[in-house]
């Protein structure tokens, strides 16, 4: 663990138990080598999360995923490696005796817009109690309207909190970060745009941008320059380590709750 | 090695004009090279402006000086004439700009490998759809990232060209921008681009910065000074409401990640202020900026006759040159900063970048003729010759 602010959120997290838990259904603080993916702090400070908070007391977390390629197989070795599938493996893991739930949605290519005509069909016969938001990429790549895809999020997050109040939390993730987007097209005004978004319809930012850029500038994962031969694995490791923070971000989240 | 380049600038008119146009050219190169450390230092990170509206604006002064007096002396037909010219040469920059964007691409691409993750990332439609990016190309209606600011100056000077007869009726000519802006903003107004709804910058919305530059330019100085006097309590509570957005900005943007959380509302309201339409908000802080600005630095100034200012002012005069080689050396500059974003090769990027854009500025006033110019004191200060 080279952060050590990162370090200590992740072991509160690790001895996290929420109320109307039996003692018994939290797991001891145990780390494994293959979670140690150190977060820059400003990451990993998640806000309140009372919708999963209520639904792990409860014994049953719902979660919606939606987004784009590198949700659906970000260049993985198969379905089981991408980072929602971990995810709810860790999660599983870590909140014994609750039926943790991960259902993905959209695809290659798919837009904002689409995401939340997707939410709009689906949440209100998931009924999610989290909502984890994967965009920006393609609205940056072909350079669509900021500004619609922010329209876009804060309409979903309206209709989400008139029909579901505050049983479902929503988490926005931002782009995987690349020299060669970074390089190629105009990113920063969607990132700009994304935290706005975030802002402006009480969900939290995931940035998966700082995230990667971090692990890339302490050279400790950068798939960009991974060798052909070994990007599936790295791919696998990156998906393995966004899983490993996000699952710290939300047992984060539930405490924050809690406190 | 300074003084050469002082001795290059072209006397008797509002340095001040091509200080900052020089500045911002600096900054266009510097906000186009993403990854660039200094970018999080330009005006965009606390303003609802940057660059891009103070090169419009100030295109639209120098193109009001230079054009306004060969209407006086010529008339429109040939002033009119002058300007399409104008455009033709902005025209064929952009498509040499286009060429060479699109070879970067492949070149960044091929280097990449191809990696399955960024599969999503069709920046290079030419892959697609060859024939037709080409087509869309030269029709405008396709920019790539980061070639937007060209097309839009470019249809700007084609409606000033039209607008030409009405440059000497200030009133009549603000009138149609300003109805001009209204109908870009709540009738939609815009020119349709391929593959995405309308351009990125709308020339409809845009036009009233480059014409409030033209009236400006074309007003009395002293009139302007009477009419926009200096005001002490105004000026303090302007730079309060510009301090006030600056900390809004970086709330929104950066307060979340920091456990300080913006109220919903200011952020609904950040997310309205676009940048396509020239939302009002980014046209007022134009303005107070110009109002601020025209006041605290004075035409006169000794600094702007420094040495230290001569490579800015000297970029500012031969503004299109420095332009297309800003966007041309920001292609080297991100595929250098792509290979590496270390703290040498920023710095190796920011001072190579620097350095060739005074050069081309220096070799541009060198060849036609500035510098061979004798410096006569008798010029009449005031706006003297222009190029927009």
């Known amino acids: 663990m080279r952060n050590p602010a990162a370090a200590l959120l992740l072991a509160l997290a690790l001895g996290l138990t929420p109320p109307g838990i039996p003692e018994s259904r939290a797991q001891p603080a145990v780390a494994q080598p293959a979670d140690v993916c150190a977060a820059p702090a400003e990451a990993m400070d998640a806000a309140p999360l009372p919708g999963v908070f209520a639904a792990v007391a409860r014994g049953e977390l719902r979660i919606m995923v939606v987004g784009s390629a590198s949700t659906a197989s970000g260049g993985t070795s198969s379905t089981a490696a991408t980072w929602p599938r971990q995810l709810q493996a860790r999660l599983a893991a870590r909140l014994q005796g609750v039926m943790v739930r991960v259902e993905v949605f959209g695809g290659r290519g798919t837009t904002a817009a689409d995401h939340a005509r997707i939410i709009a069909g689906e949440a209100p016969r998931l009924r999610p109690h989290l909502l984890i938001w994967q965009l920006g990429t393609v609205e940056a790549a072909r350079g669509l309207p900021a500004e619609e895809m922010s329209d876009a999020v804060q309409e979903a997050a309206a209709r ?40 402006a319809s009480g969900a939290q930012l995931f940035s998966r941008w700082a995230l990667m850029k971090h692990w890339v500038d302490i050279e400790r994962l950068d798939l960009e320059r991974a060798p052909r031969d070994r990007r599936k694995a790295v791919a696998d490791e990156l998906h393995a380590c966004i899983a490993g923070v996000l699952t710290a971000f939300i047992l984060d989240g539930i405490e924050r709750d809690h406190r | 090695m300074l003084r050469p380049i002082a001795s290059l600038v072209r006397p008797g008119r509002d340095l001040r004009v091509d200080f900052i146009r020089g500045l911002a050219l600096w900054f266009i190169f510097i906000d186009h090279t993403p990854g660039n450390l200094l970018g999080s230092l330009t005006l965009r990170n606390v303003a609802f402006m940057d660059a891009t509206e103070a090169f419009v604006l100030l295109a639209g ?28 040469t902005l025209y064929v920059a952009h498509i040499f700009l286009f060429v060479v964007f699109t070879a970067q691409v492949g070149f960044s691409a091929a280097a990449l490998d191809q990696a399955a993750y960024l599969d999503e990332l069709a920046l290079d439609p030419f892959g697609d759809d060859p024939y037709r990016a080409m087509l869309e190309a030269l029709l405008l209606r396709y920019q790539p990232h980061f070639l937007d600011i060209l097309p839009l100056y470019i249809v700007l000077l084609a409606m000033f060209a039209v607008a030409l007869p009405l440059v000497r009726r200030p009133l009549a000519l603000l009138g149609v921008a300003v109805a001009l802006y209204l109908a870009a903003r709540w009738l939609g107004l815009a020119l349709p681009a391929w593959r995405r709804s309308a351009w990125f910058f709308n020339p409809f919305a845009w036009q009233l910065l480059f014409i409030i530059g033209v009236v400006l330019a074309r007003a009395d100085p002293a009139w302007l000074a009477k009419r926009f006097p200096w005001h002490r309590g105004l000026a303090v509570l302007a730079i309060l409401v510009l301090a006030a957005v600056a900390v809004a900005l970086n709330l929104v943007w950066h307060g979340p990640a920091r456990g300080w959380y913006p109220p919903e509302p200011l952020a609904a309201w950040v997310a309205t202020v676009d940048k396509t339409g020239l939302h009002p908000a980014r046209l007022a802080t134009v303005l107070v900026a110009v109002w601020l600005v025209a006041h605290l630095l004075p035409a006169q100034a000794r600094f702007l006759t420094s040495r230290w200012a001569a490579p800015f002012v000297l970029m500012g005069q031969q503004s299109l040159p420095v332009f297309c080689a800003s966007i041309a050396l920001s292609f080297l500059g991100r595929l250098a900063l792509e290979a590496s974003d270390g703290v040498a090769m920023l710095a190796a990027v920011n001072l190579a970048g620097l350095a060739a854009l005074v050069a081309v500025g220096v070799v541009a006033a060198w060849y036609s003729g500035e510098g061979r110019r004798k410096p006569t004191p008798s010029l009449p200060a005031g706006p003297g010759t222009a190029t927009p």
């Not at chain 2, 060969?70 to 010219?85: D, Y």
């Open chain 1, 160 to 199: 989400l909190t008139a029909t579901r109040g505050e049983l479902t939390d929503l988490v926005l993730m931002d782009m995987q970060f690349s020299r060669f987007f970074r390089a190629n097209a105009n990113v920063e005004p969607y990132l700009d745009q994304l935290r706005i978004a975030a802002a």
């Open chain 2, 61 to 88: 002064f120098a193109s009001g000086l230079a054009y306004g007096r060969m209407l006086e002396r010529e008339g429109w037909a040939s002033t009119a004439a002058r300007v399409a010219g104008r455009c033709g």
